[in-house]
Every structure is written in structure tokens, then in C-alpha cells.
């Protein structure tokens, strides 16, 4: 099955044909990607461009770029259409709920401090960084950020996306001969640049949960109270023995 996988990707198409074909097929996976989060959009973008990279076309780069990071926008500009429908609705929508329930609620929290401190900035950040697009676009939808500037923020935010992405590819182009050797190459590195933050929250997770103190305090007798201090400059009221007519 492997070896079939291999001789498939090795036998690329004709240049006239893969551009026929891989420029929609990008912009639907890409736009499909934006709207469920579950499509790895960053390794398709990176394969993208190893093809484009090994193509003799010199805008071949230039429109894996522009097609990647007008589909990204597209798709977040109506998933936060949606996300909006559902915030004004009393019952919620579908789209809404599959936001929230991506997101924990320590991430929201983070997600809408660094939208109090940086507005629209975030935005650019929140795409490079790998599960950082939902928080911030759920905690710009509860902060009530309309469309229109939600939009200003996000397009810088899918250019820099995609620019990123294609250079991870061009990288993986560059290192190897053969295109399927890139395509390869690319989406281990864009597996790895993914999964390393979730990694390190883990770590970080596992380290607090070892250093918080957990078990009883220290031992005090059952039937006694922990001594009082009592008499002058003290706020405790004194005990019965020690009252004086």
C-alpha cells in the first residue's frame, strides 16, 4: 500500500495539468480547512508550494500564495459570520457550540487578555501560532467585534499565514531533488511545527500539576486548638482562665 502511495506521488502530472487542478483543489482544501478546523491547511499550503518550487513557471510561488491567503480569509471571514449569527441568537448555533468546544476555558481567558491588551494584533499572531486561531476568533466574537474590523485584523493575519507556510515548503523544495521528496519533507515539518506548542503545554501542565503541594497540613492533635496568642497588643479576645475581675 506504501509503495503504491510513493509510485503515485512520484508520477506527478503534466505542469499545464497540475495548475489546472491544484489551484481550485487548494482554495476549496484551504477554505474548507478555515471553516473545520480539522484539515491540516499548513500542510497543504507547504506541498503547494514543493510543486510550485520544482514548476518552471515563475509566478507558479506567486499564486500558490495569493490562492492560499485569499481562501484562508474567505473561510474566517464566514466562520466569524457564522459565530456572529450565533451570539445574537437566544438558542446559539451549531458553529458557535463547535467553537466553544474547542477551546478550554484557560485559553479563552488568555485569548481575550491579549485581545484587551493588543486589539486587532493579536490577530496576525494568533494565525501563525498552531491552535491559536479559534481562541481568538471565539473571544473577538464574545467581545461583540464586528465583521468589518475583525476583517482588517485578519487579512495581514492569512497573508503572513500563508507566507510562512510557503516557505516551509520552498525549504523542504530546496533540500530535496525530487518533488514527492519535498512534499514529504514539508508535511513532516509542518506535523512537527504543530504539535510542538500542544507538546510544551503538556509539559507545562504536567510540571504544575507535580509542583503543587497536595496532602493534609501539618499534624495537630484531634481535641486541641493551635496556641492563641493573648494579652497586651494582641487581637485575640483572652481565654476564661486568664480574665480578671
Known sequence: MIDRLLAAVRELPPESTQ???GYPSLFLLVALGALVPVV????IVSSAAVVAFHQTSPFALL???????F???LGDLALYWLGQRGVRSR???RWLAALRGRVTPERLAQAQERLE???VSVLVLSRL???GRIPVMLACLLAGMPLRRFARGDLPACLAWAATYQLIGILGGSLFPEPWQGVVAAVVL???VSAVPSLWRRLRGGRRGDATPSGPGPDVPSGSAPDVPSGPGSDAPPRSGDEHA
Not at 491540516?40 to 500542510?43: K, R
Not at 499564486?63 to 491567503?69: E, R
Open 63 to 69: 499564486f500558490v500564495f495569493l490562492v492560499a491567503s
Open 91 to 93: 438558542n446559539g448555533s
Open 40 to 43: 491540516p491547511t499548513g500542510a
Open 117 to 119: 491588551s493588543h486589539q
Open 19 to 21: 495548475q489546472a487542478v
Open 129 to 131: 501560532v498552531p491552535a
Open 190 to 192: 509542518t506535523v512537527l
Open 71 to 73: 481562501a484562508a480569509f
